[in-house]
């Protein structure tokens, strides 16, 4: 996002959905409420049996996206060694010389995903350009290395809570018995099956 001045009106300009556009800045009378500070959120929330506490988070969510355009997500769950981890991949990437990071140029996929360098973003069409670089994630069917066969686990949508612990089974536990056996004279070779049965397993209460 970035700000542009004419003789009596400065405009905000930015992308939606990829689409160019300018906002004016409204000053005096006209101006709205405006905030001081980046709002923090606590996440915690979003796992809450009360549906109220679910209700209050996805407010303040939506509060925070339409009026501010960002927050501060904290106790979110996400391990600090995972943060940090990826913020050294992305320092990584970006120190690589510009002819690597060109190969995986956001051009280069028909969803628009990868690399972005300098000038080449525009938020305001009277600049030569954005002084930044960047690199665009997200889905994207047609990039193969997102694509998942179809199991048990994938077939349908999981939670997006925390996993349900197990539960203590009443189920009478099974104990195997060993059945001695002796090897066949193929068991040398790889190929050969083993001439010994699976254990018969015996309930015990």
């Known amino acids: 996002m970035s700000a542009t001045e004419t003789e009596s009106e400065t405009y905000v300009h930015y992308h939606d959905g990829g689409v160019p556009g300018k906002r004016r800045v409204l000053t005096g009378k006209a101006a709205l409420p405006t905030f001081n500070e980046v709002p923090k959120i606590d996440m915690r929330r979003i796992y809450s049996d009360n549906i109220e506490d679910r209700k209050e988070l996805a407010e303040e969510v939506g509060a925070a996206c339409r009026d501010v ?110 059945t001695p056996c002796s090897p066949s004279p193929d068991a040398s070779s790889a190929s050969s099956p083993s001439p010994c049965t699976s254990p018969k397993p015996t309930s015990t209460p």
């Open 69 to 178: 355009g960002f927050f501060y997500a904290v106790n979110h769950g996400v391990d600090q060694h995972l943060l940090d981890d990826t913020f050294s991949a992305v320092k990584r990437f970006f120190d690589l010389p510009t002819e690597v990071k060109m190969e995986v140029h956001n051009q280069k996929t028909e969803k628009f995903r990868g690399y972005e360098a300098f000038l080449e973003g525009k938020l305001d069409p009277s600049t030569r350009g954005d002084l930044k670089e960047g690199f665009l994630m997200g889905e994207d069917a047609t990039d193969p290395e997102q694509h998942r066969a179809i199991t048990p686990s994938t077939s349908t949508p999981g939670t997006n809570g925390p996993p349900t612990p197990p539960q203590p089974s009443s189920a009478p536990q099974s104990t195997p018995t060993t």
